[in-house]
Nanobody
Framework: EVQLVASGGGLVQPGGSLRLSCVAS????????MTWVRQAPGKGAEWVSA????????FYADSVKGRFTISRDNAKNTMYLQMNSLKFEDTAIYHC?????WGQGTQVTVSG
């Protein structure tokens, strides 16, 4: 059974930082490109970032470029999203994705 378990979300003030993790199981993690997608309240899904299977190439939405860093550790079957300089508009549920598989998401709330 494929599982993608995202964690690390929480409540943070503007300008703060969070590090999200996505632990994968049930498939050969190192063979798949991975993405982060977020969904804000009342809005559609927004692609945030992607990393190729080997971790050598990374991609970012313009809205997060320069603030977020995606990475992965294939030995640990884990992908990360380091989020710095958080803004109110980053508030969303963040989901990790591989191929057609989705995790349950982790809530990020920027407030205060």
């Amino acid at each position: 059974e494929v599982q993608l378990v995202a964690s690390g979300g929480g409540l943070v003030q503007p300008g703060g930082s969070l590090r999200l993790s996505c632990v994968a199981s049930g498939f050969t993690f190192g063979n798949y490109d991975m993405t982060w997608v977020r969904q804000a309240p009342g809005k559609g899904a927004e692609w945030v970032s992607a990393i190729d299977a080997g971790g050598r190439n990374t991609f970012y939405a313009d809205s997060v470029k320069g603030r977020f860093t995606i990475s992965r550790d294939n030995a640990k079957n884990t992908m990360y999203l380091q989020m710095n300089s958080l803004k109110f508009e980053d508030t969303a549920i963040y989901h990790c994705n591989a191929y057609a598989w989705w995790g349950q998401g982790t809530q990020v709330t920027v407030s205060g």
